[in-house]
């Protein structure tokens, strides 16, 4: 019972997270359509961010988690200012050819500018854990916790409760009337993909901290993503959260009940199963952003 | 008002305006008819900066718009209610009219607007918090109405706001649109139901094949031998 209980909390430490990178992949990839491979790299990226801010500038922890997510805000939205932005109106085909580029570009120049050393980033958190009976969680995995529910929430007021957000939801349901009705449609674009950008910097700046930072580390983040977001449905945001939670509890039990080896192939047992059983998802009815 | 001179453009290799002029006089419903494919909801498009001008000038209380992107046509105060309806289908009644207002920073002025269009058209008010997509058609061509004036536009243009209602509902429909150009909001119609159009109309235009081939008032191109043959079928 008390394993049980102990994967059930690090389901959770880990869903927030997997929900950060999927709330951030179903706006990009579920509204845009664009299908984002640099979204691992921006995992990575905000890892790195978190790394060099609190390493190399001695800076506090919980500044470099802000700045972390602002500099994958502006990584995305050069990404989509240089790359994306020209191509606008060609074909699916065209964009994703041009992401993998700047996939292998990116991560490439990761490792160019860090090396492939794995580094860790040092937390202000103590190193004996939180006990609750059976359970020990760390403080550092329950601050992970608690700031990606926090970002979850702020991105879910921001989409349904602001302006910016209206104009985003208004814009990928119908372009040339949100145009009609005043929107700056380009900057939406660049808008919506530095929001799902600064996510996924948010969640490797999360979880960078709780494992070891490397240039690699985006690769296996982008395939959970693109998992939860085909869990969820596509463009729906509800969707990716809970789509996050069921990829961490699917791992978490596979490696807890079957074998630790099959922790990260449970991503894509549940791409295959999905797209064989429901292809539009498990929430396809649900509301959907765009 | 609104002066269209000269206007070209087309899509890809389709010339869909062949270089039309024409003016919108302030205080007037003016109506644009055709057949389909002659260019109508084209020249509302370029008009609102959707579509670029190939050649031509557009000009508007003196202003010069040509070139101008949707954003700034709005601005200046031209409204368009696009074909279709084209409501926000996942947007909520009340967020689809705040949309219409979204150029606007006078919050309580906005508020004030939206609870006047309430009062205009109570089935949108039982429904506020309904996303726009589950109304019915007639319902959705309020919504559109109504978000088309929440800029507070000094010239609305209707695309084809008859398309795909019931008889009672156009009725309706065309009733709302001479009551705006009663209250003194300048309207550019554009409609398939040509004898509508020209009965309520101040001034009239008929495009053919991207050109303006006929104008003139409501009563003379309804008594136009070419008009009667082609478009209202008598």
């Given at each position: 019972?008390?394993?049980?209980?102990?994967?059930?909390?690090?389901?959770?430490?880990?869903?927030?997270?997997?929900?950060?990178?999927?709330?951030?992949?179903?706006?990009?990839?579920?509204?845009?359509?664009?299908?984002?491979?640099?979204?691992?790299?921006?995992?990575?990226?905000?890892a790195y961010v978190m790394f060099i801010v609190v390493q190399k500038f001695e800076l506090n922890f919980f500044v470099a988690l802000p700045l972390s997510i602002a500099s994958g805000w502006?990584?995305?939205?050069?990404?989509?200012?240089?790359?994306?932005?020209?191509?606008?109106?060609?074909?699916?085909?065209?964009?994703?050819?041009v992401m993998i580029g700047a996939w292998i570009a990116m991560q490439s120049a990761t490792l160019w500018v860090w090396g492939g050393v794995a580094k860790s980033v040092p937390t202000p958190f103590p190193d004996a854990p939180l006990e609750i009976g059976p359970v020990s969680v760390s403080w550092l995995r329950l601050f992970v916790l608690v700031a990606a529910g926090a970002l979850i929430v702020l991105t879910y007021i921001l989409i349904n409760r602001t302006r910016l957000g209206s104009a985003m939801r208004a814009t990928f349901q119908d372009q040339d009337t949100a145009a009609l009705m005043g929107v700056n449609v380009n900057l939406i674009y660049t808008s919506t993909f530095a929001l799902g950008s600064s996510l996924a910097a948010a969640a490797g700046a999360l979880l960078g901290p709780v494992y070891v930072v490397y240039p690699a580390m985006g690769d296996l983040a982008a395939v959970k993503a693109f998992a939860i977001v085909i869990l969820g449905g596509l463009g729906n945001i509800t969707g990716a959260v809970i789509g996050g939670f069921i990829l961490a509890l699917a791992e978490e039990l596979?490696?807890?009940?079957?074998?630790?080896?099959?922790?990260?192939?449970?991503?894509?047992?549940?791409?295959?199963?999905?797209?064989?059983?429901?292809?539009?998802?498990?929430f396809p009815r649900a509301e959907r952003v765009g | 008002m609104l002066e269209v001179i000269n206007a070209v453009c087309g899509y890809g290799g389709v010339t869909a305006l062949q270089g039309i002029?024409?003016?919108?006089?302030?205080?007037?419903?003016?109506?644009?008819?055709?057949?389909?494919?002659?260019?109508?909801?084209?020249?509302?498009?370029?008009?609102?900066?959707?579509?670029?001008?190939?050649?031509?000038?557009?000009r508007f209380d003196n202003e010069v718009l040509t070139g101008a992107r949707p954003p700034r046509i709005l601005k200046s105060g031209i409204a368009h209610c696009p074909e279709g309806r084209r409501v926000f289908p996942h947007m909520t009644v009340e967020e689809n009219l705040d949309m219409g207002a979204y150029l606007r920073s006078d919050r309580s002025e906005v508020a004030a607007d939206r609870d006047r269009i309430y009062g205009e058209f109570p089935r949108l008010a039982e429904r506020r918090k309904q996303a726009a997509g589950t109304l019915s058609g007639g319902e959705q061509q309020m919504l559109a109405i109504g978000r088309a004036l929440m800029s507070r536009p000094r010239l609305v243009m209707f695309d084809e706001p008859s398309l795909g209602l019931a008889p009672n509902i156009v009725e309706r429909?065309?009733?709302?649109?001479?009551?705006?150009?009663?209250?003194?909001?300048?309207?550019?119609?554009?409609?398939?139901?040509?004898?509508?159009?020209?009965?309520?109309?101040?001034?009239?235009?008929?495009?053919?094949?991207?050109?303006?081939?006929?104008?003139?008032?409501?009563a003379e191109l309804i008594a136009n031998p070419h008009v009667r043959k082609a478009y209202l079928g008598a």
């Open positions: 019972m008390g394993e049980l209980f102990q994967h059930l909390i690090n389901t959770l430490v880990l869903g927030g997270t997997y929900a950060l990178l999927g709330i951030g992949l179903t706006l990009i990839f579920g509204i845009m359509n664009v299908v984002n491979f640099t979204h691992g790299i921006l995992y990575t990226f905000g502006a990584l995305g939205a050069l990404v989509e200012l240089t790359l994306l932005r020209p191509l606008r109106g060609s074909d699916i085909d065209t964009t994703m050819l596979g490696a807890g009940y079957i074998s630790s080896g099959y922790r990260d192939a449970m991503g894509f047992l549940i791409i295959i199963a999905v797209l064989i059983f429901r292809p539009t998802g498990l | 002029s024409f003016e919108v006089k302030a205080g007037q419903l003016v109506a644009l008819i055709g057949a389909n494919g002659a260019g109508k909801s084209t020249t509302l498009r370029a008009i609102s900066g959707l579509v670029p001008l190939r050649a031509g000038a557009l429909t065309f009733a709302i649109i001479r009551r705006i150009r009663d209250t003194g909001t300048t309207v550019l119609l554009v409609e398939q139901n040509a004898f509508a159009a020209l009965d309520m109309c101040d001034h009239a235009y008929l495009l053919e094949g991207g050109r303006i081939v006929l104008s003139g008032t409501g």
